[in-house]
């Protein structure tokens, strides 16, 4: 992906846009699902940025296919925040930024089956429109999490529930499953 | 034998740009910023070497939505070039996402056209200038045969380096009307024609605005010889008649 935006950029001295940069790597996936001495990507990839036209979001699969979404959450505890994101994203677009790191944590909150939220397993980054990509370090993430009072009501129990926590969020972040596109 | 399958095989490095040299040509073109975009003027003709064989050339083609694309020197290879950005806004508007191709992109396009060129020692023999507006960001660039750019708020090429620019550095300004812009482009066009032998008295001003771009009906500057010194002109010359 770095080398087609490098490339491109190269060219043209102008950012490659994301729709056209997703429509590359979808051909690339697609190969390897038709050539027999390949295997398929062990990814799926949300990908996100500005063009011309404003802020998009894609979802890409290992088979190749790439859709858009206004919001969307990927892994394998995927369906709760999909579910949260439903109701609330048609809003999304006249929402402050401030507002969508709200709703984001209040995603991934969904997805932690009543685990504790702290910035010690989650990750945010934001890209936008006067706002360069960069991701929050962990004490604005903690501070986030605090003020909008989503840590959960239960404490972690024991340890072992804490380490569990954790590889369930790598679990997340790691490969889609094998399942068919769920629209 | 050897000789025969060395040609066969590099043909097209060994021959390529050991004979190059133009043969219809354009001369200068000139490209100013002014307060709602850009203006460019260039004549319409293609010399044949020292004889004027081509009087309608049109040297100042549009780009897509945003660009005004002017050229110099060898005219088929202008076509050809004309022919690549064709192809180049056509994919640009079959993604039909919302982005489009500005003027600085397709400048940087072709400056890696004309580098790659002449690295293979086989040069689009032109010189270019493009203009345009997008966002409300005015842009005009140059291009030379061998790859060599700049940005700038006027630009001239061929002749016009060495007889417009030094009129525009004097009298250019940043909030230039339009008519302000053709006045100072047709001075330098003037000087032009009294200068340059390849000049001819018909030319065309293109306007490239956040709107769209037009392109004038050609017309002629009116031009003044009645200078005393041309009245006898021998008559200082000794041994003249």
Known sequence: ?183 | MILRWILYYHQKEILRGLIEYPYVTGTSIIGIKYKDGILMAADMGGSYGSTIRYKSVERLKQVGKHSLIGASGEISDFQEILKYLDELILHDNMWDDGNSLGPKEVHNYLTRVMYNRRNKFDPLWNSLVIGGVKNGQKYLGSVSMIGVHYEDDHLATGFGNHLARPILREEWREDLSFEEGVKLLEKCMRNLLYRDRSAVNKLQIAKITEEGLTVSQPYSLKTFWNFAAFQNPTVGATGSW
């Open chain 1, 1 to 183: 992906m770095r080398s087609e935006c490098i490339n491109y950029g190269y060219t043209y001295e102008s950012p490659l846009p994301v729709g056209r940069l997703v429509y590359q790597l979808a051909d690339k996936a697609q190969v390897c699902t038709q050539r027999s001495w390949k295997r398929p990507y062990g990814v799926g990839l949300l990908v996100a940025g500005l063009d011309e036209s404003g802020a998009h979001l894609y979802n890409n699969c290992p088979s190749g296919n790439y859709f858009e979404y206004q919001a969307f959450a990927i892994g394998s505890r995927s369906q709760a925040a999909k579910t949260y994101l439903e109701r609330k994203f048609e809003k999304f677009t006249e929402s402050s930024r401030d507002d969508l790191v709200k709703d984001a944590l209040f995603a991934i909150r969904e997805t932690l089956q009543g685990e504790k939220l702290t910035s010690s397993v989650c990750t945010i980054a934001v890209v936008g429109v006067g706002e360069a990509f960069n991701i929050l370090d962990q004490e604005t993430v903690q501070a986030l999490i605090n003020e909008f009072e989503i840590s959960g009501e239960e404490a972690p129990i024991n340890e072992s529930v804490a380490e569990q926590s954790v590889g369930d969020d790598q679990r997340s972040a790691a490969a889609e499953e094998a399942a068919p596109m769920d629209i």
